[in-house]
């Protein structure tokens, strides 16, 4: 990872004046969304509150910063410079290294305020030239004005509406490549699905071939032909449904080789591996990749005739030995007599439909493995299935079979939409019997191809847990939201991290730990036992914390030093929203986000509960808004997260120029007894929504503070009783202390109907009384009935602190008085 921090340009993006309260920033676009490496490429980010930038934060290497500086104005349509709203763009001169990665490079922006939305700069291995087509002058949709390149270069385009068409003329020698791709869907955009159209045309105008979609790369299509003769080709982009859902794309072309796969798809990790480009047009050619020593994906870019493919295909780097498959391996009994131990990586080609391939192992009985088919996460057109039989099984014996995962048995953290990489499945199995087995791996259309490529991952079951950042619900239009950490110096603030298991299950407490986080940054979580997914971690920063960001893991380990555990952070990008808003785009990213931001101008402090809160209960919270000089603006306070059966108010909010509020907490019979780490959240500004509601907010939390939950002090029991109208009559409560109080306890009724009151008011009680006698008064407005509900009201002072607890649910019926007509109910 590399970042960088402004410092050059810092006196132009001046600071809000001390004390305001900040917006959040947000960032929804980059243009242009990529740039060849080697170069010093400008680009413009777009959003919101961009004003006060001090860095760019990469999740890869081979980019820095040379520059930050605000836009004023920008090209409209027809090229006339338009003035733009302060804050909402910056220009960044970003330095892509001549060796940097292909492909592309996700980042955020950090402000004076805080993290914006994850982005991602597209980097390939050549120049870029412009369509500059100009709305109502030039047009290049047809062959005579098409827009001429050289061959092997990279076009930044943009369809300017449903039905525009761009034709791009490419001189190319015959025998040479004609080659073609799309980076549209991949560069990832706030809503819709971009969905483009790729062909490539000869000199006489026909088509050699067309293409919407790719399995490498889902719905950005690509193309490689050879050139039938020397001549001007056009290459065609369009809009594959004309629904216009973005129209900025990268359409690299020339004569450059695009790779459709490469076998075997994957290695010993550290170790050099030979592998057989396939899918291009002039045949498949050998080429050597060096494995980093770290398991992962790998990138691997295909290089022909001197010119690199635009993007890489992906290789796996595994920690255990390659099985390559040897034909005749059709079949159980064909299957290679050799039997593989485990754990193994079993690698093959389903050549032509109907294929099946055979790899036989041994395994001994009780051993638990994991068999991972990889295909689509590779960019296959496989969609697999992998079985497992005995050897020796009868022909047609059921055995044990997966076609498909779940998105947690992938690392995937909970997202919404298809999730691409759950086409490849995972069969957790549980060897019955020493002995020998036989693996099967087809396809599940009956489909193959000579670029069907797969690999099986073996290895033991073992157990891991997983971190992520909890998506609230009410951010389900922008999923984004609240999916990175910034903490202001001398403050805090609080996420909700959810956890997820993979393999064997967890057994006992763990705590969450930060692993690399800035100095002065401290994290607060409370211990997550069996069961829990999601708990509050408040990130706290120290007064003189250099404001700056980072990427951090976040790991669960076992309390206690219980064995090792697998785990880390695990966050899933949703990008690209459609239809009942799903999700085409998944980034998975294994780092969490993290910035200490410049002062806020308030905190906020709990005075933390000294009595528990009772089932059936209340307790009230009381809070200040500490606040900065040059801030007096209202601040509003919530409970985000609850443990079950804890019951919040609607938000809080203080006033202008008040310091102090009180939040209201109630917990419901079954909420369990124990102790729970409980935080507020306090942002400025009124109102409920925050986040998602457009206005410019500060967010910061309280300091974790314990909540106690309890059984109720008192347990009431109510006799059936009845009054008639107009009239008066006792009501006897019987009392069980479930635990004692001190001193007096007032206690009154509560929910009695309509017309019905006390006749000599609340009552109190000690821990010593068995009951508590009331005198009721039926008035003429009461309506005849049965009446269920009524509860008693008790509230007790403990430690000097009033607790209030409902209990009971009497029936009541009121009677007409004798001799009248009862009144409708």
């Given amino acids: 990872?590399?970042?960088?921090?402004?410092?050059?340009?810092?006196?132009?993006?001046?600071?809000?004046?001390?004390?305001?309260?900040?917006?959040?920033?947000?960032?929804?676009?980059?243009?242009?969304?990529?740039?060849?490496?080697?170069?010093?490429?400008?680009?413009?980010?777009?959003?919101?509150?961009?004003?006060?930038?001090?860095?760019?934060?990469?999740?890869?290497?081979?980019?820095?910063?040379?520059?930050?500086?605000?836009?004023?104005?920008?090209?409209?349509?027809?090229?006339?410079?338009?003035?733009?709203?302060?804050?909402?763009?910056?220009?960044?001169?970003?330095?892509?290294?001549?060796?940097?990665?292909?492909?592309?490079?996700?980042?955020?922006?950090?402000?004076?305020?805080?993290?914006?939305?994850?982005?991602?700069?597209?980097?390939?291995?050549?120049?870029?030239?412009?369509?500059?087509?100009?709305?109502?002058?030039?047009?290049?949709?047809?062959?005579?004005?098409?827009?001429?390149?050289?061959?092997?270069?990279?076009?930044?385009?943009?369809?300017?509406?449903?039905?525009?068409?761009?034709?791009?003329?490419?001189?190319?020698?015959?025998?040479?490549?004609?080659?073609?791709?799309?980076?549209?869907?991949?560069?990832?955009?706030?809503?819709?699905?971009?969905?483009?159209?790729?062909?490539?045309?000869?000199?006489?105008?026909?088509?050699?071939?067309?293409?919407?979609?790719?399995?490498?790369?889902?719905?950005?299509?690509?193309?490689?032909?050879?050139?039938?003769?020397?001549?001007?080709?056009?290459?065609?982009?369009?809009?594959?449904?004309?629904?216009?859902?973005?129209?900025?794309?990268?359409?690299?072309?020339?004569?450059?080789?695009?790779?459709?796969?490469?076998?075997?798809?994957?290695?010993?990790?550290?170790?050099?591996?030979?592998?057989?480009v396939l899918g291009d047009p002039k045949g498949a050619w050998d080429q050597t990749a060096r494995l980093p020593k770290a398991p992962g994906d790998v990138p691997f870019v295909a290089v022909s005739d001197g010119v690199s493919a635009p993007s890489p295909n992906r290789l796996r780097a595994s920690p255990f030995p390659n099985v390559l498959e040897v034909e005749p391996n059709d079949t159980p009994a064909t299957a290679p007599t050799t039997a593989a131990p485990l754990p193994v990586a079993f690698n093959g080609i389903i050549e032509k439909p109907g294929d099946v391939d055979c790899f036989r192992f041994k395994a001994k009985k009780g051993e638990q493995f994991r068999f991972h088919a990889l295909a689509q996460a590779l960019g296959s057109p496989l969609d697999p299935v992998i079985w497992i039989k005995p050897v020796g099984a009868k022909p047609g014996a059921a055995g044990q079979r997966a076609a498909d995962s779940r998105p947690n048995q992938l690392g995937f953290a909970p997202a919404g939409g298809l999730i691409r990489e759950t086409h490849d499945p995972v069969l957790e199995f549980t060897v019955p019997a020493d002995g020998e087995y036989v693996l099967g791996v087809e396809d599940e259309r009956g489909e193959g191809g000579a670029d069907y490529v797969y690999r099986v991952e073996v290895q033991p079951e073992t157990s891991a847990v997983h971190t992520y950042i909890a998506p609230e619900p009410e951010n389900q239009f922008a999923p984004q939201l609240r999916q990175a950490v910034a903490v202001p110096a001398g403050n805090r603030t609080t996420v909700q991290v959810g956890v997820f298991a993979t393999g064997r299950p967890v057994a006992g407490e763990l705590e969450l730990v930060g692993v690399n986080l800035p100095k002065g940054v401290t994290l607060h979580a409370p211990r997550l036992t069996p069961g829990m997914t999601k708990v509050p971690v408040v990130f706290e920063a120290a007064a003189d914390a250099k404001p700056e960001a980072l990427l951090v893991d976040l790991i669960a380990r076992p309390v206690g030093g219980a064995s090792p555990l697998a785990s880390g952070y695990r966050q899933t990008v949703p990008m690209n929203a459609y239809g009942n808003n799903d999700y085409y785009l998944h980034v998975p990213i294994d780092r969490l986000a993290l910035a200490v931001t410049e002062p806020a101008p308030f905190t906020v402090k709990v005075e933390e509960p000294k009595s528990a809160l009772v089932q059936n209960g209340e307790v009230s919270l009381k809070f200040r808004v500490e606040r900065a000089k040059g801030f007096d603006g209202p601040v509003t306070v919530q409970l985000e997260w609850k443990p079950l059966g804890i019951n919040t108010a609607t938000p809080v909010t203080v006033p202008a120029g008040k310091t102090e509020g009180v939040y209201l907490l109630g917990a419901a019979r079954n909420a369990a007894a124990g102790t729970h780490q409980l935080t507020l959240t306090a942002m400025s500004g009124s109102g409920r929504r925050g986040y998602n509601d457009g206005e410019g907010r500060t967010y910061v939390a309280s300091q974790p503070f314990k909540l106690p939950v309890a059984e109720p002090h008192v347990e009431a029991r109510f006799p059936r009783t009845s009054i008639e109208r107009g009239k008066t009559a006792a009501l006897v409560v019987k009392l069980n202390h479930l635990q004692p109080f001190e001193g007096k306890a007032a206690v009154t009724l509560g929910r009695l109907p309509r017309g019905i009151e006390l006749a000599d008011g609340p009552r109190e009680i000690t821990s010593a009384d068995k009951e508590v006698k009331f005198t009721l008064r039926a008035t003429p407005e009461a309506l005849v009935g049965n009446y269920q509900g009524v509860v008693l009201d008790v509230t007790v002072t403990d430690k000097g602190q009033s607790v209030r607890q409902l209990s009971g649910g009497g029936v009541l019926r009121v009677d007409a008085e004798r001799g009248a007509a009862a009144k409708d109910k």
Wanted: aromatic residues 6%; hydrophobic residues 40%.
């Fill in 1 to 276: 990872m590399r970042f960088f921090r402004s410092t050059s340009t810092c006196a132009a993006l001046l600071l809000a004046a001390a004390g305001a309260a900040a917006d959040t920033p947000k960032l929804a676009r980059l243009s242009p969304p990529g740039g060849p490496r080697g170069t010093t490429v400008e680009v413009e980010f777009t959003g919101r509150a961009l004003g006060q930038t001090r860095e760019v934060l990469f999740y890869e290497p081979g980019i820095t910063v040379e520059g930050i500086e605000p836009v004023e104005s920008t090209t409209g349509p027809t090229r006339k410079a338009v003035p733009v709203d302060p804050g909402t763009r910056i220009r960044v001169k970003l330095k892509l290294a001549a060796d940097c990665p292909l492909g592309p490079h996700g980042l955020r922006l950090r402000t004076a305020t805080g993290l914006t939305e994850y982005q991602r700069f597209f980097v390939g291995p050549f120049p870029t030239v412009e369509e500059n087509e100009v709305i109502g002058k030039t047009r290049n949709d047809k062959p005579e004005t098409a827009t001429p390149v050289p061959a092997n270069v990279t076009v930044l385009g943009k369809l300017n509406d449903p039905t525009d068409v761009d034709l791009y003329r490419v001189e190319v020698k015959r025998g040479q490549r004609v080659s073609a791709e799309v980076e549209a869907a991949r560069l990832g955009v706030e809503r819709g699905i971009p969905d483009l159209h790729l062909a490539i045309y000869a000199p006489d105008g026909a088509k050699l071939a067309a293409a919407d979609d790719s399995a490498l790369f889902v719905q950005d299509p690509v193309l490689s032909v050879i050139a039938p003769r020397d001549g001007a080709y056009l290459v065609e982009v369009r809009h594959s449904m004309y629904n216009a859902a973005n129209d900025v794309y990268r359409l690299h072309v020339g004569t450059f080789a695009r790779p459709t796969g490469v076998y075997p798809a994957g290695g010993p990790a550290g170790e050099e591996l030979k592998v057989r």
